[in-house]
């Protein structure tokens, strides 16, 4: 069946440490893959995209790593801050008839330490 | 900075009654789309909407959801007779094509009682 999944549902980084947030799908076909940042009673906030074509691709104080051979995804945080505290979703688009479909992961809760 | 809007923010509502949840999104986007968050659960897909007809639908979109768009900027989501299951967020989404960043609402915390 179709799952996006992540390795673990919590992860607690000291204030200004990188964070790596996992994330495994099992759709081989998928070409579009997002990061989303959701805080509490919020919507799913866009950080960053990555299409199957590429498996680097860096923001600002943020990289995602796609990993096509093992279907793996990772989002890198550097210097992690206070306000990264949120639940991290990765999100795959499956691409076939380009409707759009997002499948999500279950969510990492990343929480900053002062 | 262009966002997409929902309102209301918070409905309450008895089992069996109908709802309209509305959405309006990004003004040159051409896809829409529609998800449930159930509390502490992961982001669910229910519906995308493209030339002003479903383009997929989940198997939670059943024949109580239906959508539509009755002018050229607002979406809605509609459910005829709610159940208590019902209870989440919905968010609305919307993306320029179907293969680029989606951008989400705020959500609509939905109660069901």
């Known amino acids: 069946g179709e799952s996006v999944g992540l390795h673990l549902p919590t992860l607690s980084v000291q204030e200004g440490d990188n964070s790596i947030i996992n994330c495994a799908y099992s759709?081989?076909?998928?070409?579009?893959f997002i990061w989303y940042k959701q805080e509490s009673g919020k919507g799913p906030q866009f950080i960053i995209d990555i299409r199957s074509n590429m498996d680097k691709r860096q923001g600002q104080r943020v990289t995602v790593l796609l990993n096509k051979t093992v279907k793996h995804l990772s989002l890198q945080i550097a210097a992690t801050q206070p306000g990264d505290s949120a639940v991290y979703f990765c999100a795959e688009n499956h691409g076939s008839g380009n409707t759009g479909k997002l499948i999500f992961g279950q969510g990492t809760t990343l929480q900053v330490k002062p | 900075e262009p966002e997409v809007t929902q309102t209301p923010s918070h409905q309450v509502t008895q089992m069996g009654q109908e709802v309209i949840l509305r959405c309006v999104p990004i003004s040159n986007h051409l896809y829409f789309y529609w998800y449930r968050q159930i509390l502490g659960q992961k982001v669910e897909f229910l519906v995308s909407?493209?030339?002003?007809?479903?383009?997929?639908k989940s198997e939670i979109f059943d024949d109580q959801f239906s959508v539509e768009r009755p002018d050229g900027s607002n979406f809605t989501l509609k459910i005829r007779s709610t159940k208590l299951e019902d209870s989440a967020m919905y968010f609305c989404?919307?993306?320029?094509?179907?293969?680029?960043?989606?951008?989400f609402g705020q959500g609509t915390r939905l109660t069901v009682v």
């Open positions: 909407f493209y030339n002003n007809e479903i383009s997929e």
């Open positions: 989404a919307s993306s320029e094509l179907g293969d680029t960043e989606a951008f």
């Open positions: 759709n081989s076909a998928s070409d579009y």
